[in-house]
């Protein structure tokens, strides 16, 4: 099974919009990191917010808010206000706690393209 | 304060050669992950390093792949006997601790191509 489901291969939305990128996961760990990175044409992995399993409230980071949701096992993506240079593909990852937590595990992506 | 440093950005190989990737994790991060990114994929994980030693490396393929992380310089990915398999983008990251909730900074990638 996967442990990281994006459901969405591809988003469009007009500038201003708010937009939602899913993203379920699936693990046994009681502790776990949530993670969204945003890789733009250029192809670097920009870091955009994290929720901790353990997290009471949504993490916010200006634009950006993950609703997370622990009883559905999901942690989507709110971007507020698209802009143009929000077009690129966003990752959702998971870090699972525990003895063996150490890799990131990804899932396979959304593309969020935003016109004007 | 320089952020991860990967070089070379771009890497052209003939099957058969050698890659050699470096990655030279941020200041005062002793924690190094390797990362592959095929076409249209997500990152996978390949190999955890701290300073001299692999910790994790399931996502390492069995044959050909080798990583390090000497004591002093940069942690370097080896690739022998390349194959167009092997096309792909190669992430390094690096954090300071092993908490389970710290970010992974992330280089800029190498773009290794087979021809």
């Known amino acids: 099974a996967q442990k990281i489901t994006q459901t969405q291969p591809g988003m469009f939305v007009q500038e201003k919009e708010a937009v939602t990128l899913d993203c379920t996961y699936d693990?046994?760990?009681?502790?776990?990191?949530l993670f969204w990175y945003k890789q733009p044409s250029s192809g670097e992995m920009i870091f955009l917010i994290y929720q901790g399993s353990y997290d009471q409230q949504n993490a916010t980071e200006g634009r950006y808010s993950l609703n997370f949701q622990k009883a559905r096992k999901s942690a989507n993506l709110v971007i507020s206000a698209s802009q143009l240079g929000d077009s690129a593909m966003y990752f959702c990852a998971m870090r699972e706690g525990g003895q063996a937590g150490t890799a990131l595990i990804f899932g396979k992506g959304t593309t969020l393209s935003v016109s004007s | 304060n320089a952020g991860v440093m990967q070089n070379p950005r771009h890497l052209v190989r003939r099957r058969g050669q050698e890659a050699r990737l470096r990655c030279s994790p941020m200041?005062?991060?002793?924690?190094v992950y390797w990362y592959r990114q095929l076409p249209e994929e997500g990152l996978k994980f390949m190999v955890y390093l701290q300073k001299e030693n692999i910790i994790d490396e399931s996502g390492m393929p069995k044959e050909r792949f080798s990583a390090e992380f000497p004591k002093e310089g940069p942690s370097i990915l080896r690739i022998q006997q390349v194959v167009r398999g092997d096309s792909a983008a190669y992430f390094c990251?690096?954090?300071?601790?092993?908490?389970?909730?710290?970010?992974?900074?992330f280089g800029p990638g190498t773009r290794l191509t087979v021809l």
């Open positions: 990251a690096s954090s300071p601790t092993f908490d389970t909730y710290n970010e992974q900074f």
């Open positions: 693990t046994s760990d009681p502790s776990y990191g």
């Open positions: 200041k005062g991060h002793s924690h």
